[in-house]
């Protein structure tokens, strides 16, 4: 970055010790990744300077020969790789593409079933502090407190009652496939759009290792810097009937100008996501997962769901006695990055739970023995607050690990 040294020493400086960060913690937060070294090359590129409006061959600035090829190209990708009749490359996020899918086809006013957040939903699922709150009328469902799994006959029996116009499946925190078929059954004899926010698990279905709502879902909305790798950015991709909407809905409904330099990552991840690099970390993540939680389950902490069939661990932190916040700055201070959540039962003053991901470490190439003891260190740290002397050597044993598996100059797909 030699302009930048001139231009803003003290950003760059920034940017150093980002990096360093970076390559020494090791990285647990369910909804990041590191993304290929081609995307950010991309991200950086000329193709910022480009502004755009509108769609390929239907723009409103000149000069779009080159950029209307690499969005068509991300377009048409997106839905070769995840067989849809329709993509919008345009999201600046998730939440963007969400609000999109609502005023595609919904009026304001309208209907809308969603999983709550304290049940794993997100924001954009219609909270009360959110805006899509205030111009839909949500209800929502929750999970089955014994099995903290959705019971799709109380979700079939909120439907009966509640006649939405859409229903969402699909959450930021919620460590168990979802039934799509099911989903598709309930809003159909409900007359309901189904709209499905695949976000956190993009990766794992674009390498088809868990199944994809795609044939059901009316509509599907994934960001595309979690799972699947691709930089910062939201995907729509719906049936045929719906593309002219939701285009309209994205461009001009809810955005202006689109980032051709995001646009080209979600291009580029697309093609790679097709590869056998992706589809090793993808399954690594999953391998890894899963380990994790054998591992917390034998250490006596209670996971919510009971295990996990994705990337994500959800663990009831106070089942060992701490609160989520506590169990996030133990951990930080260790040099282990995690985020605390609101689990089944919470009320939303306090988070229970400390969610993890498998993404980083499996980008990073962190092998079985390692995730073992990346288990052991978490535990020793919870269970050693306060403890200067324990702390100190858990962080030599986190930078050890770090070492050994460097983040760019191991599995990330080139
Ligand atoms: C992360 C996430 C989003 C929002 O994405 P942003 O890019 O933060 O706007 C939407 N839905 C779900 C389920 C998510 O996990």
Redesign the pocket.
Known sequence: MDNLKYDDPLLLELIELEAERIENTIDLVA?ETHMPKSILEEMGSVLNHKTIEGYPGKRFHAGCEYVDIIEKLAIDRMKDLLQAEHANVQP???????IAVYFSVLDVGARILSMSLSHG?????GHLTSMTSRCFNFQHYNVDLQTELINYDAVARAADQFKPEMIVA????YPRLIDYEKMYQIAKSAGAYLFV????IAGLVAAKLIPGPVPFADFV?F?T??TMMGG???VILCKKEYADAVDKAVFPGTQGTTAVSNIAGKATIAKLAGQTGFINVQQKTLDNAKLLAKEFLKKGYRLVGGGTDTHQIIIDVTSKGLSGARAERILESTGIITNRNYIPGDTEKKASGLRLGTGPISVRGVDRNHVVQIADIIDNALMNPGNQEVSDRLRKDVFEICRQFPVYNSSVPE
């Open positions: 909804s600046h996020s998730g939440s963007s593409a969400n939903g997100h924001l954009t699922h699909g959450a930021s925190s926010d695949m976000a956190h909305s960001t810097y979690k910062r950015g939201g």
